[in-house]
């Protein structure tokens, strides 16, 4: 791919534009390209121990049961999710579906619990658990589907990684909506098709009902804790640019490593 936009926040990406030509296969590369190309064709990428976990340990969340950087299949073959306690990965992954039911609710501000409307213009709200008529606030429920180009699967975004998703609160969203019919679809296409750096959380949801064995007797909930997303060079300090570029020549030295190593 030929004249991509280079973003960098913890790391660089590229996404395209409308000025980027895509070549398959192109004759011209050079002879490292054509290593790692090879190398990924013959072992589809596997057996790659994380290849950066250097300046991830602060991202948020995880702690001890921190597990580094893993492909979406990994967090199912490791097991991950399974034991007292969640564990948390890094994926580098893309959004390529949002459903399309509401991104928010109406909160109890005291117990962030969903809260019902009631009177005939449904302008007073009641929270059951707190027994209580309530002013709502709003926060994000959201479900994506994100690929990391092995394998797809479905993400919640709590409040926290919605409001760093679509980059306001979702009380400002609501408003937005309110404003214009076609505000969300225009935010989540911008949202869509994006490479994203999550902190997830993994954690096996174990229906009490279900026999073991049923479907659904235990599924891997995923929720991201945190995205870090890919953020344009302008504004960065010249130490910050120093430390991404820091950070991307080490991720390229592994990759290299790991290819002569094969
Ligand atoms: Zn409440």
């Known amino acids: 791919m030929r004249q991509l936009k280079v973003g960098s926040f913890d790391g660089v990406s590229l996404s395209t534009t409308f000025q980027t030509k895509v070549d398959v296969n192109p004759s011209d590369i050079s002879a490292d390209v054509r290593k790692l190309a090879d190398w990924y064709v013959s072992t589809g990428g596997n057996n790659v121990k994380s290849l950066s976990n250097q300046g991830r340990g602060s991202m948020g969340g995880g702690g001890e049961n921190y597990r580094g950087r893993k492909y979406l299949d990994e967090i199912n073959q490791e097991g991950l999710g399974r034991g007292a306690k969640a564990d948390f990965v890094d994926v580098r992954c893309v959004p390529v579906y949002m459903k399309q039911d509401a991104q928010w609710y109406d909160a109890c501000p005291t117990c ?14 009641r929270c059951e658990k707190c027994d209580a008529t309530v002013v709502p606030s709003q926060r994000y429920l959201i479900s994506i589907q994100v690929t990391d180009n092995v394998s797809l ?91 991404l570029a820091q950070n991307l020549r080490t991720e390229c030295d592994d990759l290299l490593s790991c290819i002569e190593a094969y």
């Open 112 to 125: 962030n619990k969903k809260v019902t409307a009631e009177g005939a213009q449904g302008d007073r709200f």
């Open 153 to 243: 699967a479905w993400l919640t975004l709590f409040n926290e990684a919605g409001v760093e998703f679509f980059g306001m609160p979702a009380a400002e969203l609501k408003q937005r909506m309110a404003e214009d019919p076609v505000y969300l679809t225009k935010l989540a296409q911008s949202r869509m098709n994006r490479p994203v750096l999550m902190r997830l959380r993994v954690k096996e949801d174990l229906n009490p009902n279900a026999m073991p064995g049923d479907e659904g007797a235990d599924r891997l909930r995923l929720s991201a804790v945190r995205l870090t997303e890919f953020m344009p060079l302008q504004g960065a300090s010249e130490e910050t640019r120093r430390t």
